[in-house]
Every structure is written in structure tokens, then in C-alpha cells.
């Protein structure tokens, strides 16, 4: 795939390598810190704490009951996509208390990855939210865990109030090619938004 051109539309191709910011967003145990750990081509910044009694008030653990950590700041990682794109990864926190954080993460964000549990739909609500906010386009990416229910993704559209142009996709976030797959499908988004606005009206 041709990833050349899509972040700066109409403009000339040049050489050397891009370097694109992309959020990993979603709720509270979506698995945003698993993704960035699986497809990073390096060792990933990680800033999770363990969970704690005294948070047990601020983390609701209901459907996520096995977790024992939770990212309190940030987690980076980066791969390329191939010789001409760079992807860095910024993995958001998941809780409402660190919400403050996200508008210094999300300066200079081309694209973003929304993580969604079907177990839990109404905990990633926020994060689909702050991307219409922030005008971040983004793909919805369905995190497949062992009980999970297998829903049609009309379905899961209708629940999450989403325009049809936006992409939903199913995913492992710990595997390492289901991750990659998941920003290459953000990358032909991207894409698609560009040429969509190249054309003449």
C-alpha cells in the first residue's frame, strides 16, 4: 500500500520519512497499553501503577475485575509502517480522573485509534467523544477478548452512535499484526478523508 502524500493532500511527495502522531484512545481496560506494547518496534514507554484499595472508589473494575495496573500518564511506543512512514504511538489513560491529560496528548495528532470492549461499550462513550470534540478522525477498533459476545458491527455502530464513514474493525490487541492492521485501516482512512476533500464541489 502507497501510504506516500496522505498527510499533506496535493502536495508534492518529497522523500525520506514521514513522522505521524496517532492516539490510542478508549476506555478504562480497553487494552490501549496491550496494543502499544504488542506492535511497537521498540520497548514502549509505559507509566502503568498498580491498582490499588485505595482507588478501588475511582476505578471501577466491573467486567475488568483481573486488572492490576492502570497507566496514570502516557504510553509510547512507535513502529514503520514500511521505509517512507513512521507511526508514534501516544496510548491515553483510561480513567475519568487523568481525563485533564488528553488535550496536551492530542496536540498534533493526525489520526487516532478508539479501543472499544463490546463487554463494556458505554466506557469508551468518552473517548469516541473527544475525537468529535477535538475533529480527530478516527476507526473504532473492536478488542476481542475470550468472553466477549460476537456482535454484528451494524449493531455495534447503532450502540456507539457513529457516522457509517467511520471504520470498525475487530482486533486482538495483543497480537502484533491484528495491531498493525488496525493503524494500517486508520492510515487508508486517513487517506480516504484526504481525497475526499481534494475533490472539486
Not at 12 to 26: D, E, F, L, Q, Y
Not at 67 to 81: C, P, R
Not at 145 to 174: G, T, W
Request: aromatic share 8%.
Amino acid at each position: 500500500m502507497d501510504f506516500k502524500g496522505f498527510d499533506h493532500p496535493g502536495g508534492p511527495g518529497g522523500g525520506g520519512t514521514r513522522s505521524v502522531k496517532v492516539m490510542i484512545a478508549g476506555g478504562f481496560g480497553t487494552g490501549k497499553t496491550t496494543m502499544v506494547r504488542s506492535v511497537s518496534d521498540i520497548k514502549p514507554l509505559t507509566t502503568e501503577e498498580t491498582l490499588t484499595q485505595a482507588s478501588a472508589a475511582d476505578d471501577h473494575l466491573i467486567g475488568v475485575a483481573d486488572k492490576t495496573e492502570t497507566t496514570v500518564s502516557l504510553d509510547f511506543g512507535k513502529i514503520g509502517l514500511n521505509e517512507s512512514l513512521m507511526l508514534y504511538l501516544f496510548g491515553t489513560p483510561g480513567q475519568e480522573r487523568f481525563w485533564f491529560l488528553w488535550n496536551g496528548l492530542f496536540k498534533g495528532a493526525l489520526g487516532a485509534v478508539v479501543l472499544v470492549d463490546t463487554r463494556r461499550l458505554a466506557s469508551s462513550f468518552r473517548a469516541i467523544e473527544e475525537m468529535e470534540r477535538q475533529n480527530v478522525p478516527f476507526v473504532v477498533a473492536l478488542n476481542v477478548f475470550p468472553d466477549s459476545k460476537d456482535y454484528p458491527v451494524e449493531e455495534i455502530r447503532d450502540a456507539l452512535d457513529i457516522a457509517e464513514h467511520i471504520p470498525v474493525v475487530a482486533c486482538d490487541a495483543r497480537d502484533r499484526a491484528s495491531s498493525r492492521d488496525v493503524l494500517v485501516a486508520l492510515i487508508r482512512h486517513l487517506k480516504d478523508r484526504s481525497s475526499v476533500a481534494l475533490e472539486p464541489r
